[in-house]
């Protein structure tokens, strides 16, 4: 985690992780209770899929072979997986809006 401590402080990384995890699991609740929003859970989890991305270089540069390296990976992509598929469901949503728009909200 050296690498990551060169690019930030160790308190500046957690309060990044701990804001980009409160804001993705706020958007998680106003999806799941409020309303449709996968625009707002792409955002968040293309957010997350930068930070586990980050980690994984710091982790890597730093050149020694440990478990982070069989973890962290999969992270990253299980965090832009979602944000693939987040973005399927923003097309579905896209797609039905402009439908209902365009019957003047029939069906």
């Known amino acids: 985690m050296a ?3 060169q690019t930030a402080s160790q308190a500046t990384w957690g ?3 701990f804001t980009a995890g409160a804001l993705h699991l706020s958007a998680l609740y106003v999806n799941g209770t409020r309303r ?3 625009h707002l859970r792409a955002a968040c989890s293309g957010v997350g899929t930068l930070f586990w991305f980050q980690v994984c270089l710091g982790i ?3 050149g ?3 478990t982070g390296m069989a973890i962290y990976p999969w992270l990253a992509v299980f965090s832009a997986r ?3 598929a ?3 469901d923003a097309r579905r949503s896209d797609d039905q809006f402009k439908s209902e728009v365009d019957t003047g909200g029939r069906r």
Request: glycine share 10%; no cysteine.
């Open 3 to 5: 690498a990551l401590g």
């Open 64 to 66: 020694l072979i440990n």
């Open 15 to 17: 309060w990044i992780a």
């Open 36 to 38: 449709r929003s996968p």
């Open 82 to 84: 979602n944000v693939m």
């Open 60 to 62: 890597y540069g730093t």
């Open 86 to 88: 987040a973005m399927r």
